[in-house]
């Protein structure tokens, strides 16, 4: 962690890192070493529309969805869902914008989804349809209960849509290839669809929550959450079980030396340290399991959800640190779908040989098991 | 404790060895030549504190008899966030390794951190501007621990002066060691940062450069017990400076309100050199077994046999550790480099240094 400043001088100074600097296995990816996906959409269309369902209370819950199609002709196309954090309330289509067109312009059907928070009689009523004990109910936050059941909800409707609904979706989605990408509590989401237990509505690990879906076969997690709070948890004496050790599909989880979130710093009850997040990938099992950690304090936990290089230089961040990181992010997040949706060669080579490191002239770490 | 060692190799091993796995070090443990009988005393130790206010805490002191010349010393720091109050509270305090440390020949300190009443609590709040609400949120002995540790170390100094200790204390070989809390009072006292009520509180205000290694046992992860990681645009964490020796040790069943894992994070964000952490990578061994529970196995809570392996393999590190850096015995230094308390441990164990 010492090295960060270091880190970023390096970059500062020397911008990306010549490529004669790189090792043979950068040659394939261009002069900076980082991945670009094979498919470059230059069009893509978009179509906004929401989705009802009946909540465990019976209430409607309604999602405001934004799809963007890229002109791919013939065929269905692997789908990437992105799920936004709790706090972020626009429209599906202001939400997650450079992720959301940057999967879409790589060829992936991409759905944007925006999850409605709860009043508080609703989330009252929500604890009563779970049967919450009060002592459960008054630390409940609805939105670790609903975001996993909206994403489940949209991947349902995917499945009608492809059979039955609007021309431009009915046949083009490749169901067998879905990926559920969020940030922050969107992606605390998305480890729960790939088998992330939770204590929500139990303080009994064995009988945790449990949202796994099997439709979705990998899953990427932006300012992931660690133990202890949101429901996720660690062993403990005589209870050697954790939230992540079921989860079989392949998984990125992306944060860094600046992702804290935490209020206050040193009494964390909401959010998460930087390096606290990096316990939900020691605590997975091996295999596709993937761990991109910026180690610089200049990358904001917003940033990863928005990547907006604006906010970044407002901060008083350096545009081309800014710039980098986006790419960076931009770069592992294809290169990780592109692999395991789509099994191309170069993307699981980039991967594999964590080449972000290279790219990033190793302000980017990446762990691999 | 010879029983001890011989139970924990059998307990660890899958098999015989068919040779020496350890060279120099029976069993893969780390032992020293003499123990010494024990003398208790009990005592009081008052100092005015940061509001002026006297603070009275109560210390069992442990000295090895027999034992020629200067003596080093241990202070152990219990855990706890409720402190230990009234007479003979200290007696108990971390008494298995306040005990060990004692018979190894080390001067031993015990102290029991007394929690304050209302007015005391008011009157720290005041002084770190926190109002009501936040005021509950600060836990006063994590306030206290390093301001009566320094206090300790002060009448250390003023009773080898004069009075029975007099000319017996080095005050040149002082380690401090402490559990859960009591591990982050140590790491204070060691150069760490806390942070109470938005404000930071560094080295220049907590630390003390007497003590020369420390033991930090259950050490709390970033976000807890006023211990803080990097943030946006900050690189500093609550480990940055601490330089001198640590040992730590805590491991998969180390929860109790934290998670396990994330309580080994404060040795990666400590600088290297002379750090080390002994990594207890089975369930049964809980939290309170790293602290006063340890004597007790947990009040039978755990096997016995492999309560005594985790014990033998806990003092084996700790008086290493202790032996390396206040007595220099080159024997301790070369267990502590070596992998050897993890070939003990046969893949329960792990060891890190740097």
Known sequence: MKTTLLAVFHVLVSGPVAQAQFPPACSQFGPRCLYASPVAVAEVTALSTSINYRDAGGETRTLDVHIRLPAVTGGSLPVVIWSPDSAMTQAARETLVSWSEATARAGYLTVTISHPLRSLAQQVRLCQALDLEPRLCAVFDSANWDWPKDQRELISWLERANQSGPDALRGRIDLRRIAMAGYAAGGDGAVSLAGARRLLTTTDRRNADDFTDPRVVAVVSLSPQGPLNEGFFDADVFKPLTSWMSMERPVLLATGAGDNNCVPAAACLKGDTPMRRRVAFELMPAGGKYLMFVNSVRMSHDFLGTLDTNACEQAGIEPSLCANFREWLHSAVLAFLDAHLRNLAPAQAWIRGGLIREASGSLAGWETK | ?354
């Open chain 2, 1 to 354: 404790m010879k029983a001890l060692t011989i139970i924990a190799i059998l307990l660890f091993s899958k098999q015989a060895p068919a040779q020496q796995p350890c060279p120099g070090f029976p069993n893969c443990l780390y032992s020293a030549p003499q123990t010494y009988s024990v003398a208790k005393t009990r005592q009081n130790i008052t100092y005015n504190d940061v509001t002026g206010r006297s603070r009275t805490i109560e210390v069992t002191i442990r000295i090895p008899s027999g034992r020629s010349g200067l003596l080093p010393v241990v202070i152990w720091a219990h855990g706890g966030g409720d402190g230990r109050n009234g007479v003979g509270a200290s007696d108990g305090a971390l008494s298995f390794y306040s005990s060990i440390t004692a018979a190894y020949g080390y001067l031993t300190v015990s102290p029991a951190f007394r929690a304050r009443n209302p007015a005391e609590e008011q009157a720290i709040c005041q002084y770190v501007g926190a109002e009501a609400e936040d005021c509950e949120r600060i836990n006063m002995p994590s306030w206290d621990r390093p301001y009566d540790i320094r206090a300790i170390l002060n009448t250390l100094e003023e009773e080898n002066r004069s009075g029975p200790l007099a000319g017996r204390i080095d005050m040149s070989r002082i380690a401090v060691g402490g559990h859960s809390a009591g591990s982050s009072g140590t790491l204070t006292v060691a150069g760490a940062t806390r942070e109470y009520n938005g404000k930071r509180y560094d080295a220049s205000q907590l630390s003390d450069p007497r003590p020369k290694a420390f033991i930090a046992l259950s050490p709390s992860a970033p976000g807890m017990s006023y211990m803080f990681d990097t943030s946006f645009n900050d690189p500093t964490t609550s480990w940055d400076n601490i330089g001198r020796p640590v040992l730590m040790a805590t491991g998969s069943g180390d929860g109790h309100e934290q998670s396990p894992r994330a309580r080994r994070i404060p040795f990666v964000h400590m600088p290297p050199g002379d750090k080390y952490r002994l990594w207890i990578n089975d369930t049964d061994i809980g939290h309170g077994m790293y602290g006063d529970d340890l004597g007790t196995c947990a009040d039978g809570a755990v096997a016995a046999r492999k309560c005594e392996a985790v014990q033998a393999s806990l003092v084996s590190v700790v008086r290493a550790f202790l032996d390396a850096y206040l007595e220099q015995r080159p024997q301790a230094k070369t267990y502590l480099e070596s992998d050897f308390i993890q070939q003990l441990g046969q893949g329960s164990l792990e060891w890190m240094r740097k």
